[in-house]
């Protein structure tokens, strides 16, 4: 990086350190941060869309379905969520490959089990053992994105079924008197008024996901942990310019630090919104906001 | 092997008694069950024994960040707040890393890099931070007229605290604890996926089912056994303290206690 950095074992603390922060392979560290922050953001959107249909289904009139939607709001409640995420990622993987596996080799006879092994063809694997590198790691981002929305969108399911059920009954008798469907009052009553009661359980949850993302080391994901792990071990002069002891423990505390800020920012900006949107509304903290005014 | 067997064999693998080697080849459901509910010895452990100690500290940080003196509070409020911000598995791999730090240093720490003493250790402050910021809150609650009427009988100090203040906390932060409670029995499954080593193989419940998924390119089976004990575990964990929680509320009319309702909300 710097022109200095040409011999790193003749240079003093200060510019020794300048230059093994700026190694290529602390850049790798600095960039999984973003992997992470990019876990964060698709997540997100991902679990509330999930959590909606969740809640939805176990407030729908069709049997099958409302089962279907209890089951997955309350699957969070008894199971550590890291159960979940394990069995996730690899039940998802075997199953699409399962999937490409009926689709392209039709006339395969073997069976896919074959004592403790999980065998398809070869054109079935997922990504095939051809394909670059970065699609390998895509392939097991996407796998982890999709396990934690599923996760989280049952923690969110969670809420927003909680959330309508909170919203006064008076409201909704209101729109069935005033002749609307269902559908109408649904939309047009329940979901405008629930975000209210939701949002105490959605800023919860996006702090609980946040803190949930070390786990994707978990997954096979090249995350902060991993390499926090890679980077602070010791690193032998043989095979490294940049020899140095066991520095893992400085390598987490700088997580931990990242953690905590990223967790203090966003309990800050959400205080910010719970008040913005409790304006106006006729809940306990709106009510106190309008005779403060 | 018949299942009696087996369950001889492995039944209290997890703590080091029994077979030595795991099984290897033609993994039978019995096995699975056996070895897999033997961990759970582990999460029980580290959960019952967390929650027991950690009980103390919480209900003392819950005090200290309620204190007027600001050189107690603030090592309360930065105690709980490094603890809640941070995800729990990174406090595990920092714990372990100090504590093999500082074994070179001192080999007094030596048995604190095992799983069973330094994982607990990083779980009873954990759960400590936890508790105690429910127990905060709860403090925060406790009605105006309770202590008015504690001053009017001349009570102050600790007495004032121990017959009033303490009760009606404990009685409006059961709820919340009783849930804190089963995310720490649910987070004691992370101990050996965190740095902590599983020596000789012994495991928690969640290490077993991991062995078998690895081994036997299945999740279908393992993972559900798994969920199955800790559905199991949840209850009882509902049952207990919902028993404490009558308990507490036993003086009130039967329409103002408090339900007990299980919601997500504290997973770290």
């Known amino acids: ?293 | 092997m018949s299942c009696w067997e087996t369950f001889q064999a492995y039944g209290l693998r997890s703590i080091g008694y029994g077979e030595r080697l795991l099984p290897r080849t033609d993994f039978t459901l019995c096995e699975q069950f056996t070895l897999i509910g033997s961990g759970l010895i582990w999460n029980i452990y580290y959960g019952v024994l967390a929650l027991t100690i950690g009980f103390f500290l919480a209900i003392a940080l819950a005090v200290a960040k309620a204190s007027d003196n600001l050189w107690v509070r603030k090592p309360a409020e930065w105690f709980i707040f490094v603890f809640r911000g941070s995800p729990l598995f990174i406090q595990f791999f920092l714990a372990y890393f100090l504590f093999l730090s500082l074994k070179q240093w001192n080999s007094i720490f030596d048995p604190f890099t095992s799983a069973a003493l330094g994982a607990l250790i990083v779980l009873f402050l954990n759960t400590a931070a936890y508790s105690g910021e429910i127990f905060y809150g709860a403090f925060r609650s406790v009605p105006r007229g309770d202590v008015e009427a504690a001053d009017a009988y001349g009570m102050s100090g600790w007495t004032k605290f121990r017959r009033v203040i303490y009760p009606t906390m404990l009685r409006l932060g059961w709820p919340a604890y009783t849930n804190e409670a089963i995310f720490l029995f649910h987070a004691t499954t992370l101990v050996f996926f965190s740095g902590f080593p599983a020596w000789q193989q012994k495991g928690d419940a969640l290490y077993y089912a991991n062995y078998f998924a690895d081994k036997t390119f299945n999740p279908f089976i393992p993972y559900p056994i798994v969920a199955f004990y800790f559905v199991l575990l949840t209850l009882a964990v509902i049952f207990v303290f919902g028993r404490i929680n009558v308990r507490l509320n036993r003086h009130l009319p039967q329409e103002r206690r408090q339900r007990m309702r299980v919601r997500p909300q504290l997973i770290r």
């Open chain 1, 1 to 293: 990086m710097f022109g200095f950095c040409e011999d790193p074992s003749t240079l003093s603390n200060l510019p020794w350190m300048a230059c093994y922060l700026t190694t290529g392979k602390q850049f790798l560290f600095y960039g999984s941060f973003l992997t992470v922050l990019a876990l964060i953001f698709i997540t997100a959107p991902v679990a509330l869309i999930f959590g909606f249909g969740g809640a939805m289904a176990a407030r729908s009139p069709i049997l099958p379905l409302r089962w279907f939607g209890k089951i997955y709001v309350a699957m969070v409640r008894g199971v550590p969520d890291i159960v979940y995420f394990m069995f996730f990622v690899i039940a998802l993987d075997q199953g699409l490959e399962w999937i490409r596996h009926q689709i392209k080799c039709p006339d395969w006879d073997a069976p896919i089990r074959q004592g403790n092994d999980f065998i398809v063809c070869a054109q079935a694997k997922l990504p095939l053992s051809t394909s670059p590198q970065v699609w390998h790691e895509v392939y097991n981002f996407s796998l982890a994105v999709f396990t934690f929305g599923i996760v989280f969108g049952a923690f969110a399911a969670n809420v927003l079924y909680g959330a309508m059920r909170a919203v006064p009954r008076a409201q909704m008798e209101t729109a069935e008197a005033y002749g609307m469907t269902p559908r109408q009052s649904f939309w047009r009553i329940l979901v405008p008024q629930m975000w209210m009661y939701a949002l105490p359980g959605l800023s919860n949850l996006w702090m609980i996901l946040i803190k949930a993302t070390p786990l994707l080391f978990l997954l096979g994901v090249e995350d902060i942990v991993y390499w926090a792990r890679e980077l602070g071990g010791s690193a032998n002069p043989r095979f490294t310019a940049y020899p140095h002891p066991d520095w893992r423990l400085w390598y987490f505390i700088g997580l931990l630090v990242f953690y905590l800020a990223f967790t203090r920012v966003s309990e800050i900006v959400l205080a910010r919104i719970t008040r913005r949107l409790s304006h106006g509304q006729g809940t306990l903290g709106g009510v106190r906001q309008g005779k403060a005014a």
